[in-house]
């Protein structure tokens, strides 16, 4: 009983983390003429025009956007360093309301109709049947996630990789981040060269 309680509970979160992963798309941009094999290093840049309540109420989000970005270049052989970096980060997230277009069929109820016939009572169940469908829209929070590289030296964007899906809340928490951030990092095919 325990193993297939362990065995229940594995496979919960195999499908809850395949569902999350499924519902992100992502993109990736790379600027034309960009030479990957130049850039070495990375640093983080001071974000502009933040107001300071807007930093207390989500320093722990900026935090792992941050710490999940650097993790997956540093797996790529990049360097993040405090002073002259190659290339300078930064991101961007949005949440919107969508409405999401659903639509279920309809069956009648199952009964049963009873028949005399020949002094006898008959009875004739009949199974339920599709009847139609029903139409609704859902309601649901999208959360975009936008990170960007730009040239240290000449200022340029040289890189954008973005990745949006459906969101449990009209805020982004960590795990929804995190997977955003992997999706991105997916499709980003530079590692250093040494």
């Given at each position: 009983?325990?193993?297939?309680?362990?065995?229940?509970?594995?496979?919960?979160?195999?499908?809850?983390?395949?569902?999350?992963?499924?519902?992100?798309?992502?993109?990736?941009?790379v600027a034309k003429?960009?030479?990957?094999?130049?850039?070495?290093?990375?640093?983080?840049?001071?974000?502009?025009?933040?107001?300071?309540?807007?930093?207390?109420?989500?320093?722990?989000?900026?935090?792992?956007?941050?710490?999940?970005?650097?993790?997956?270049?540093?797996?790529?052989?990049?360097?993040?360093?405090?002073?002259?970096?190659?290339?300078?980060?930064?991101?961007?997230?949005?949440?919107?309301?969508?409405?999401?277009?659903?639509?279920?069929?309809?069956?009648?109820?199952?009964?049963?109709?009873?028949?005399?016939?020949?002094?006898?009572?008959?009875?004739?169940?009949?199974?339920?049947?599709?009847?139609?469908?029903?139409?609704?829209?859902?309601?649901?929070?999208?959360?975009?996630?936008?990170?960007?590289?730009?040239?240290?030296?000449?200022?340029?964007?040289?890189?954008?990789?973005?990745?949006?899906?459906?969101?449990?809340?009209?805020?982004?928490?960590?795990?929804?981040?995190?997977?955003?951030?992997?999706?991105i990092f997916k499709?980003?095919?530079?590692?250093?060269?040494?």
């Amino acid at each position: 009983m325990k193993n297939n309680f362990k065995i229940l509970i594995v496979a919960a979160l195999f499908v809850s983390t395949i569902t999350i992963s499924c519902n992100i798309t992502s993109h990736t941009e790379v600027a034309k003429g960009v030479n990957f094999a130049n850039y070495k290093t990375f640093a983080w840049a001071e974000p502009q025009n933040k107001k300071k309540a807007d930093r207390a109420d989500n320093d722990i989000v900026d935090n792992n956007i941050k710490n999940a970005a650097s993790e997956e270049l540093t797996k790529r052989g990049w360097v993040e360093v405090d002073n002259n970096p190659d290339v300078l980060l930064n991101y961007g997230v949005a949440v919107q309301r969508g409405n999401r277009h659903e639509t279920d069929p309809v069956y009648s109820y199952p009964h049963t109709q009873y028949f005399y016939w020949g002094r006898r009572i008959y009875s004739v169940w009949y199974p339920s049947t599709l009847i139609g469908t029903r139409s609704y829209n859902v309601p649901f929070h999208e959360g975009q996630l936008t990170l960007n590289m730009v040239d240290a030296k000449t200022n340029k964007l040289i890189w954008q990789g973005w990745a949006q899906g459906e969101i449990n809340s009209s805020k982004v928490n960590t795990k929804e981040v995190e997977a955003q951030v992997k999706s991105i990092f997916k499709k980003f095919n530079y590692p250093v060269n040494k």
